[in-house]
């Protein structure tokens, strides 16, 4: 299991938000360059980007940043959400050397267009599902939908997306633990790779999703845990591959 940091972009500033608000953020770092150079340094194999202004506007506010960090690591797997919601943009990241793009609200509000980018961009393709109480959230987390996640998570089978990013509302941003039944479930209802996301505070944490032993579960994303110091992103790293 990969242990993937998080860059959330907002302002051209590196921050994290506590349950998506934007209002509730914290600023880590207005050198988001370097940060991406620390998770590096640190071992990391994939970044996880999201341009929050992006998923406000619905469209990318943050891309000179990212396709400076796509350009000084072209070798690491970067993914990148936020505000992707057409095959220009999703061209434009590709371009820039980003390996995958996370398509959210679109995903949900036009679940055509995912097969239509996954065509267009074989192998590129993510989709983000963030949910709240099972049911899919859109629009930077605004706007809760009634559509459940695992019923439309089945809908991409088909279309070859590359996985699923799942993140718990809830549990996003407040150092809990992530939602460790709800993701296995979702592994485990789909054919689909899934990335765990929201809520992981310590090794503890790593060591849960890890003991739910399923093998659709590819990663972890972690954010605040990083920044704060309550994760080691080697430590942790190593301690999934030596899991058995």
Request: hydrophobic share 45%; proline share 4%.
């Amino acid at each position: 299991m990969l242990i993937i940091p998080a860059i959330d972009l907002k302002d051209g500033a590196c921050v994290r938000l506590r349950q998506g608000r934007m209002e509730d953020s914290t600023v880590f770092s207005d050198d988001p360059v370097s940060m991406a150079a620390k998770w590096v340094d640190a071992g990391c194999r994939r970044l996880h980007l999201v341009d929050l202004n992006g998923a406000f506007e619905g469209q990318p506010v943050n891309g000179e940043v990212v396709t400076a960090i796509a350009k000084r690591y072209p070798n690491l797997p970067i993914q990148i959400g936020g505000g992707i919601r057409s095959l220009e943009t999703i061209e434009h990241y590709v371009r820039a050397g980003v390996s995958y793009v996370i398509i959210g609200t679109k995903a949900v509000k036009q679940p055509e267009f995912v097969a239509e980018a996954c065509k267009a961009f074989p192998g590129k393709v993510i989709v983000g599902l963030d949910a709240k109480d099972g049911f899919v959230a859109t629009d930077g987390w605004a706007e809760v939908s009634s559509v459940q996640v695992i019923d439309l998570a089945r809908r991409f089978e088909a279309d070859g997306v590359s996985a699923i990013v799942y993140t718990d509302i809830a549990k996003d941003g407040m150092m809990q633990g992530c939602n460790v039944p709800f993701t296995k479930a979702l592994a485990e209802a789909t054919r689909i790779p899934v990335i765990a996301s929201g809520g992981i505070h310590n090794l503890g944490d790593i060591e849960t999703l890890l003991k739910a032993n399923t093998p659709g579960i590819i990663g972890a994303i972690t954010g605040r845990a990083i920044y704060e110091g309550t994760l080691d992103v080697a430590e942790a790293q190593a301690f999934c591959d030596n899991y058995a």
